[in-house]
């Protein structure tokens, strides 16, 4: 069956301007997550979003990223006013339910220039 | 903050040889522990997983070793091929995944 889809997989921007990245998990996954990963480096948890229930936040870096996701499906990770180091990799996974028990299904990521 | 200690960060070995990465951790309460490989502009795959009731499981070329009392877990690769050439990441499971910072494995042939 169908991945988790991540789209663009690729954008260059300049600096100070907003990019919406997008995440279509896996039918059914309830839980699903974004992560940063620089380069060569491990992978960063920004935030992940279970059910209705609401999202756990705890790894965004600053303010100028948000995310939300509609109807339970589709994911939307948003960066404001991008910054240089902002500059790497974002991966999202899903999973069929919460709780690190239950595999993490990543797309490839949409690997995001900053110039 | 959880943390995950991976080491080596890189590693080298011939085709045919055993590849070992190491993964240390702090809290106890962790019921999961997994492995995930990935390749250049992949996104990460689960490998292996073990939970902390068994010291090790073995899935054909790939073993997880597993010490409770030391906080510590390990992967093994067996006859090691230039196909395993990837990054590793190990994880524990607490309230979320978090993973260690990789190992970048190359196996020449």
């Known amino acids: 069956g169908a991945g988790v889809s991540q789209s663009p997989s690729n954008k260059v921007t300049e600096k100070g301007k907003d990019v919406e990245l997008r995440c279509d998990p896996i039918s059914g996954h309830t839980a699903l997550y974004w992560y940063r990963q620089s380069l060569g480096q491990g992978l960063e948890f920004l935030i992940y979003f279970q059910g209705n229930s609401a999202p756990d936040k705890s790894g965004l870096p600053s303010d100028r990223f948000s995310a939300e996701r509609t109807g339970g499906s589709v994911s939307t990770l948003t960066i404001q006013r991008t910054q240089q180091e902002d500059s790497a990799v974002y991966l999202c996974a899903s999973s069929l339910g919460y709780r690190g028990v239950q595999p993490q299904h990543f797309g490839d990521g949409t690997r995001l220039s900053i110039l | 903050q959880q943390q995950v200690k991976q080491s080596p960060q890189s590693l080298i070995v011939q085709k045919g040889g055993i590849s070992i990465i190491n993964c240390a951790y702090e809290n106890t309460a962790f019921d999961y522990f997994p492995w995930y490989q990935q390749f250049p502009g992949k996104g990460p795959a689960l490998l292996i997983a073990i939970r902390p009731d068994v010291s090790e499981k073995k899935e054909g070329r790939f073993t997880i070793s597993f010490n409770k009392s030391a906080k510590q877990f390990s992967l093994h690769i067996m006859d090691s091929q230039p196909g395993d050439s990837a990054t590793y990441f190990c994880?524990?499971?607490?309230?979320?995944?978090?993973f260690g910072e990789g190992t970048q494995l190359t196996v020449n042939p």
């Open positions: 994880a524990t499971s607490g309230s979320r995944l978090t």
